[in-house]
C-alpha cells in the first residue's frame, strides 16, 4: 500500500509539467490583452482625429475644385466651394452638398438668346411697313423679309396710295442701316412668306410696358406719328390695343395721314368701330384717294383688293358679292363685323 500511494505521483509528473504550461498560457493571454488594448486605443484616436482633415481641408479644396474625401461625389463638391460657394449658394438658393457649377449653369442659361427674339440689320426699306434685314443673332427668321405686325402704311407699289412715300421716308429714314430686335407674336409668315415682326429699337423687356412700346417699338411710332394705320390680323394681337390707343392718339392730333385726311376732326375710336365719324373719315381718305391720282375713283381705300363705294349709303355683306376680303380701318360700312379681324364678309 505504501508503494502504490508514493508511486502514483512519481510516475504521472502532472504537476511538473502543469507549472510551465500555465505560465506560457498566462504570458500568451497577456500579450492578447496587451495588443487589445493597443488596438482600443488606436480605434480611439482615429475617431477623435478624423474630423480634423475635413474641417481644414475646406479652404484647401475650393480653389483646385478636389474632393475634399469621403466615396459621395456631390458632398465632396458641396464642401469644396468655400466661402464664394456660400454667397453664391445664399443668391441662387442651391445649399450645401449641390454641385458648385450649378449657379454658373444658371448664368449662361440666363445669357442665352430669348425665345422669339431676333437681332438683325436693316439692309433695305421696301416700303412704310416691310424692310429686309440680315440676322446677327437669337433666334432664327423664317425669311429675311419683314412685315411689319398690327400696321399698315399707304401702297407706293403699283397702285399710290396718299402719304404712302411720306410713311416710305420715314421708315427709311428710321430704320436703313440700323441694328433692330424682331420679335414673334403667334405666326410666322404672311401668305406671301414674308416673316411677320414687331421691330423694336431698343432690346424688348420680356414684359413691356405701354412707355417701352410707345417709345422703342417701330410698329407703334408709325402709329402713333400717324404713317400708318392699324391692321389687326388674329392670331398676332398682342399689342393690338395698345395700337388702337395710339391710332386714336393721332387722329385726334391730325398727325400724319390723319391730316391729309381730315381725320383730326373725325370722331370714333380710330380702331374701325361703328359711328358717324368713323363714316366721315372714309369719306375723306376716298376723297383724298381719288384726288391725288393714285386711289381708285369711286372706291373706298379701307377695303383694298376689292371695290366698295364709300358712304352713303351704308352697306352691308348681303349688299356684296364680295367675301373674305381685306379690311382696313376706319371701315366706314363695319363689314368686319364684331371679332375686327381685318378680314370682312366672313364666309
Same mark, same amino acid.
Given at each position: 500500500?505504501?508503494?502504490?500511494?508514493?508511486?502514483?505521483?512519481?510516475?504521472?509528473?502532472?504537476?511538473?509539467?502543469?507549472?510551465?504550461?500555465?505560465?506560457?498560457?498566462?504570458?500568451?493571454? %497577456?500579450?492578447?490583452?496587451?495588443?487589445?488594448?493597443?488596438?482600443?486605443?488606436?480605434?480611439?484616436?482615429?475617431?477623435?482625429?478624423?474630423?480634423?482633415?475635413?474641417?481644414?481641408?475646406?479652404?484647401?479644396?475650393?480653389?483646385?475644385?478636389?474632393?475634399?474625401?469621403?466615396?459621395?461625389?456631390?458632398?465632396?463638391?458641396?464642401?469644396?466651394?468655400?466661402?464664394?460657394?456660400?454667397?453664391?449658394?445664399?443668391?441662387?438658393?442651391?445649399?450645401?452638398?449641390?454641385?458648385?457649377?450649378?449657379?454658373?449653369?444658371?448664368?449662361?442659361?440666363?445669357?442665352?438668346?430669348?425665345?422669339?427674339?431676333?437681332?438683325?440689320?436693316?439692309?433695305?426699306?421696301?416700303?412704310?411697313?416691310?424692310?429686309?434685314?440680315?440676322?446677327?443673332?437669337?433666334?432664327?427668321?423664317?425669311?429675311?423679309?419683314?412685315?411689319?405686325?398690327?400696321?399698315?402704311?399707304?401702297?407706293?407699289?403699283?397702285?399710290?396710295?396718299?402719304?404712302?412715300?411720306?410713311?416710305?421716308?420715314?421708315?427709311?429714314?428710321?430704320?436703313?442701316?440700323?441694328?433692330?430686335?424682331?420679335?414673334?407674336?403667334?405666326?410666322?409668315?404672311?401668305?406671301?412668306?414674308?416673316?411677320?415682326?414687331?421691330?423694336?429699337?431698343?432690346?424688348?423687356?420680356?414684359?413691356?410696358?405701354?412707355?417701352?412700346?410707345?417709345?422703342?417699338?417701330?410698329?407703334?411710332? %408709325?402709329?402713333?406719328?400717324?404713317?400708318?394705320?392699324?391692321?389687326?390680323?388674329?392670331?398676332?394681337?398682342?399689342?393690338?390695343?395698345?395700337?388702337?390707343? %395710339?391710332?386714336?392718339?393721332?387722329?385726334?392730333?391730325?398727325?400724319?395721314?390723319?391730316?391729309?385726311?381730315?381725320?383730326?376732326?373725325?370722331?370714333?375710336?380710330?380702331?374701325?368701330?361703328?359711328?358717324?365719324?368713323?363714316?366721315?373719315?372714309?369719306?375723306?381718305?376716298?376723297?383724298?384717294?381719288?384726288?391725288?391720282?393714285?386711289?381708285?375713283?369711286?372706291?373706298?381705300?379701307?377695303?383694298?383688293?376689292?371695290?366698295?363705294?364709300?358712304?352713303?349709303?351704308?352697306?352691308?355683306?348681303?349688299?356684296?358679292?364680295?367675301?373674305?376680303?381685306?379690311?382696313?380701318?376706319?371701315?366706314?360700312?363695319?363689314?368686319?363685323?364684331?371679332?375686327?379681324?381685318?378680314?370682312?364678309?366672313?364666309?
Amino acid at each position: 500500500m505504501e508503494t502504490l500511494a508514493v508511486r502514483e505521483p512519481a510516475s504521472t509528473g502532472v504537476p511538473a509539467r502543469g507549472r510551465p504550461s500555465r505560465a506560457i498560457l498566462r504570458a500568451v493571454l %497577456l500579450t492578447v490583452l496587451v495588443l487589445a488594448i493597443a488596438a482600443s486605443l488606436a480605434g480611439c484616436g482615429t475617431a477623435t482625429h478624423q474630423p480634423a482633415p475635413a474641417e481644414t481641408g475646406t479652404p484647401e479644396v475650393a480653389p483646385s475644385g478636389r474632393e475634399s474625401g469621403g466615396t459621395d461625389g456631390s458632398q465632396s463638391l458641396g464642401a469644396a466651394t468655400g466661402a464664394a460657394s456660400e454667397n453664391a449658394e445664399a443668391s441662387t438658393g442651391t445649399g450645401d452638398g449641390k454641385d458648385p457649377s450649378a449657379a454658373g449653369r444658371v448664368q449662361s442659361a440666363a445669357e442665352q438668346p430669348r425665345a422669339g427674339i431676333t437681332l438683325a440689320r436693316v439692309v433695305q426699306v421696301v416700303d412704310g411697313d416691310t424692310i429686309e434685314v440680315r440676322p446677327l443673332a437669337g433666334a432664327p427668321l423664317p425669311a429675311t423679309r419683314i412685315r411689319l405686325i398690327g400696321v399698315n402704311t399707304p401702297e407706293i407699289h403699283g397702285r399710290v396710295e396718299p402719304y404712302g412715300f411720306e410713311a416710305a421716308r420715314f421708315t427709311e429714314h428710321q430704320l436703313a442701316g440700323q441694328q433692330v430686335w424682331l420679335e414673334k407674336d403667334v405666326s410666322e409668315t404672311d401668305r406671301y412668306g414674308r416673316a411677320l415682326r414687331y421691330v423694336w429699337l431698343v432690346e424688348p423687356p420680356a414684359d413691356p410696358a405701354p412707355a417701352d412700346v410707345r417709345q422703342g417699338m417701330f410698329n407703334a411710332i %408709325l402709329v402713333r406719328e400717324g404713317y400708318a394705320q392699324v391692321a389687326t390680323y388674329p392670331p398676332d394681337v398682342r399689342y393690338a390695343d395698345l395700337l388702337v390707343e %395710339l391710332q386714336r392718339e393721332a387722329r385726334q392730333a391730325g398727325r400724319g395721314l390723319w391730316g391729309e385726311t381730315g381725320g383730326a376732326s373725325a370722331g370714333g375710336s380710330g380702331s374701325g368701330s361703328a359711328g358717324s365719324g368713323g363714316a366721315r373719315s372714309g369719306r375723306a381718305v376716298a376723297g383724298a384717294g381719288s384726288s391725288g391720282g393714285g386711289g381708285r375713283a369711286g372706291c373706298d381705300p379701307a377695303y383694298p383688293g376689292v371695290c366698295i363705294p364709300p358712304p352713303p349709303p351704308d352697306l352691308d355683306c348681303g349688299d356684296l358679292s364680295y367675301r373674305n376680303f381685306r379690311v382696313l380701318p376706319p371701315d366706314p360700312h363695319r363689314l368686319d363685323g364684331r371679332d375686327r379681324d381685318g378680314i370682312g364678309c366672313e364666309s
